[in-house]
Structures are given as C-alpha cells and as structure tokens.
C-alpha cells in the first residue's frame, strides 16, 4: 500500500470514529484499529488528532465543492443549473445524515476558533459557494431568464440560509423529514416567487 493511499484510509478510518464517538472522546489508537494500522503510523502523517480532524473536515469540503463546481461550470441554462444544483444539496442531506454529528462538531469548531483552520475554511468555502450562486442569479438576470424581486446577493443569502437550516433539521431528525417530493415544491415557490416567475424546474 502506498504512502497517499494509507493516509487516504487513515482520514476515511478517521471520520467513521469521529461520527461514532464523538471529536473528544475518539482517540488516534480508535483511529489507528479502525485503520488497521499501528498508532505510530497516524504519526507519519498527522501531528495530533487536531490536524487529522483538520484533513477531514478540509476533505469533506473539498468532495462538496467538486462536485457542485460542475454544475456551476456546466453549459446549461441558469435556472437549470439552480434545479440541479438544489438536487445536489438534497442528495448531499442524506449523506450528512449519516455522519451528522460529525458535521455538527465541524461547525461548532469552526465557531469556536474563529481565526483557526477551521473558521477561516469555512469562510473561504462560503464565500467561494456565495460567488458561485450569485452568478448564476446574475446569469439568469442577464440573459432574461430570471426576474428577480430582490438582489442576486440577498437571493443568494437567501438559499443559503434555507439549505442550510433544512440540513441541519435533517442531521439532528426534527421537524419533517425533507425528500424529493419536497424539492420539487420548493423548487416551484423559489422559481415562481423568489424568482419572480423566471424560470423552469
């Protein structure tokens, strides 16, 4: 096995510790079993349980974003692009649910240490997210697809914030669960009302 791959297992090994057992009570030897590695060996690639945490959560984030940059990329219409890429937050609710505690303790991190490797990446990340959705408002607003009642950045802010709070209504199993069915009414309101009748889902 060779060196990327085994830290490739580790960081794998690692999330499934962290979803079971929380950050503060999993520990680098429940790490280096479930890796099937020695403890020393975590060592070869991370300084501390801190720094492997790190790489998962960067990991993680870097998957979502792949993903979603191909449709953001894609040459599609605007409003095609928003329905695949609102597809792609439900599809993204039940891989979190499974690892919600996980995701949870990221952001309560990224919370707590405001200026540390977690804070800073998650604004960098939203901030490359907003960009991203924000010209395809504006795309849509451009060639006549869209007729926004507000700003592509307050439509924008908008969508965020409603995924966002769904996801973690999702993670933590209250309210309604949030499945296909729902996605296609609530692409009907965003594309009827948010979008001022512009727009096909």
């Keep these: 096995m060779d060196s990327k791959t085994r830290k490739n297992n580790i960081i794998e090994a690692a999330g499934k510790v962290f979803s079971e057992k929380g950050y503060s009570v999993a520990t680098v030897e429940d790490i280096a079993n479930a890796a099937g590695v020695a403890k020393g060996s975590i060592y070869n690639y991370f300084t501390s349980k801190q720094e492997l945490f790190t790489a998962l959560f960067l990991e993680m984030m870097e998957h979502d974003r792949e993903a979603e940059e191909e449709?953001?990329?894609?040459?599609?219409?605007?409003?095609?692009?928003?329905?695949?890429?609102?597809?792609?937050?439900?599809?993204?609710?039940?891989?979190?649910?499974?690892?919600?505690?996980?995701?949870?303790?990221?952001?309560?991190?990224?919370?707590?240490?405001?200026?540390?490797?977690?804070?800073?990446?998650?604004?960098?990340?939203?901030?490359?997210?907003?960009?991203?959705?924000?010209?395809?408002?504006?795309?849509?607003?451009?060639?006549?697809?869209?007729?926004?009642?507000?700003?592509?950045?307050?439509?924008?802010?908008?969508?965020?914030?409603?995924?966002?709070?769904?996801?973690?209504?999702?993670?933590?199993?209250?309210?309604?669960?949030?499945?296909?069915e729902h996605l296609d009414n609530l692409k009907k309101v965003i594309f009827d009302y948010l979008l001022g009748g512009g727009g096909n889902s």
Aim: hydrophobic share 40%.
């Design 71 to 180: 449709i953001f990329v894609a040459d599609l219409p605007a409003s095609e692009k928003l329905a695949r890429l609102m597809g792609r937050w439900l599809d993204r609710f039940d891989e979190y649910q499974h690892i919600g505690r996980l995701v949870l303790e990221f952001w309560t991190t990224a919370a707590s240490e405001e200026e540390g490797p977690f804070g800073s990446e998650l604004k960098r990340v939203y901030r490359q997210w907003h960009d991203s959705i924000r010209n395809i408002f504006q795309e849509g607003l451009d060639n006549g697809e869209f007729h926004l009642v507000i700003s592509p950045d307050e439509a924008t802010r908008m969508l965020m914030a409603l995924f966002d709070g769904i996801g973690v209504q999702n993670m933590l199993g209250v309210g309604e669960s949030f499945g296909h």
